[in-house]
């Protein structure tokens, strides 16, 4: 499995921005992905920051490229 930091730089060179890591554990959790819980995450069951719409299929493009969905 792709660490975040090579999925940010993934996304970075082929579409231009990079994602936050929140961004990127919210799409593990939405497709059903094992993701850690970040330590300084204040609750559990609500995302502060959750990957906006316009960015979510990039996202799930480099989950895509390192086989980590079909």
């Given at each position: 499995?792709?660490?975040?930091?090579?999925?940010?730089?993934?996304?970075?060179?082929?579409?231009?921005?990079?994602?936050?890591?929140?961004?990127?554990?919210?799409?593990?959790?939405?497709?059903?992905?094992?993701?850690?819980?970040?330590?300084?995450?204040?609750?559990?069951?609500?995302?502060?920051h959750?990957?906006?719409e316009?960015?979510?299929?990039?996202?799930?493009?480099?989950?895509?490229?390192?086989?980590?969905?079909?």
């Open positions: 499995m792709a660490t975040y930091k090579q999925i940010q730089e993934y996304v970075k060179e082929t579409y231009g921005f990079v994602p936050k890591t929140c961004w990127i554990a919210h799409m593990k959790e939405v497709l059903g992905l094992e993701s850690k819980i970040a330590v300084n995450r204040i609750d559990i069951n609500k995302r502060t959750p990957c906006p316009d960015k979510q299929r990039y996202i799930q493009e480099a989950f895509r490229y390192f086989d980590m969905i079909g």
